[in-house]
Nanobody, 123 residues
Framework: QVQLVEAGGGSVQAGGSLRLSCAVS????????MGWFRQVPGKEREGVAT????????YYADSVKGRFTMSQDTAGNTVYLQMNSLKPDDTAMYYC????????????????WGQGTQVTVSS
């Protein structure tokens, strides 16, 4: 079991920044990949960024490239999503997720999910 708890959401004006965090606990040894996703009511969940836990590539949705940065601390216990130049279209519930299998792409099936943190960007 892996537990994920997101924090850092809130309301911000367009052009502003937020930093989301995801505290990871439980069976962290078998994690292969971490991801950030977002969802707006009535729409499908969208992959925002994914990254291997052992280093390597980080993958971003085209809509956030150059604005969002995913990172994790050296112990791998906290995963971050730095969001800059926020736009109203970034308004969504943001979720952190963990995947235990190989493959770390935005459309992969993730095994564990946090409860989400709301991000609201006003124009």
């Amino acid at each position: 079991q892996v537990q994920l708890v997101e924090a850092g959401g809130g309301s911000v004006q367009a052009g502003g920044s937020l930093r989301l965090s995801c505290a990871v606990s439980g069976d962290t040894y078998n994690r292969k990949c971490m991801g950030w996703f977002r969802q707006v009511p009535g729409k499908e969940r969208e992959g925002v960024a994914t990254a291997y836990t052992t280093g390597g590539g980080t993958y971003y949705a085209d809509s956030v490239k150059g604005r969002f940065t995913m990172s994790q601390d050296t112990a791998g216990n906290t995963v971050y999503l730095q969001m800059n130049s926020l736009k109203p279209d970034d308004t969504a519930m943001y979720y952190c997720a963990a995947r235990l299998r190989v493959g770390c792409y935005l459309t992969a099936v993730f095994d564990y999910w946090g409860q989400g943190t709301q991000v609201t960007v006003s124009s």
